[in-house]
Structure formats: structure tokens, C-alpha cells
């Protein structure tokens, strides 16, 4: 169930934890975006560096929209996923939602060589 980008839904109790991360990346400067990424909070690609900022501190206290992310980057004609850090539940998701498309994991420097 895809929801608008406008659902009042999110977790209180982490709306203190994006403002403090507001204020971290206010010293922060964003460059270009070489690539557009599909964000948790939309679902949908960015590619303007000024919303980077406004997008990671929502992305603090709303619902991952992780399937609806992952069929944007399907429509958008990504064929390959890469998971990084221990374990593969991401990986494993993305196959649930879809089988067109390759996954990798990449755990430490041995898989980062395989891959």
C-alpha cells in the first residue's frame, strides 16, 4: 500500500532525535548529487541537494517505506542490490518483493573482493 508523502504517521518519540540531528547537519554543507537516491521517507528518487538535509531528519521519526522504495528502484531499472554491513535480511527483502533483479552482500574486506 503505497502512502502519500503527506501521512500525519510517524514515531513521536524520535521527533527529539531529528531535531538533534537537524542541528548536527547544519554545519554540514551538501554538494551535487552525482546520482539520484530513492529515499525511506518518499519512496521516490531525490536529486536536489537542498532537500538531502530535510529528507534525513524525517526519514528520523517516519516509516520506512522500504518495499515502495525498492519497486521505485526496480521502475527506475535498477537490475542490482548491494547490501552492506553483517547479515543479508535486506537482501532477502528485496527478493521477496522482487525477483528481477541480483542481490550482493558485502561484509568485510573478503566479500568486497569477491564482489
Known amino acids: 500500500m503505497l ?7 510517524h514515531c513521536s ?5 531529528g531535531e538533534r540531528l537537524a542541528e548536527t ?3 554540514i554543507s551538501v554538494g551535487a548529487l552525482a ?3 530513492v529515499t525511506n521517507v518518499e519512496a521516490g528518487p531525490n536529486q536536489d541537494s537542498s532537500r538531502v538535509k530535510e529528507l534525513l531528519v524525517r526519514q528520523v521519526s517516519a516509516p520506512v ?4 522504495s525498492v519497486r521505485t ?3 527506475l531499472g535498477v537490475t542490482e542490490f548491494v547490501e552492506i554491513g553483517p547479515g ?9 518483493i522482487t525477483k528481477e533483479v541480483s ?13
Open 65 to 68: 517505506r522500504w518495499e515502495d
Open 103 to 115: 542481490t550482493a552482500n558485502v561484509e568485510d574486506g573478503a566479500t568486497l573482493q569477491a564482489l
Open 3 to 9: 502512502l502519500p508523502v503527506s501521512a500525519p504517521f
Open 35 to 37: 546520482r539520484p537516491v
Open 73 to 75: 528502484m526496480v521502475a
Open 25 to 27: 547537519l547544519a554545519n
Open 88 to 96: 543479508k535480511v535486506l537482501s532477502g527483502l528485496v527478493k521477496r
Open 13 to 17: 518519540l524520535m521527533v527529539p532525535a
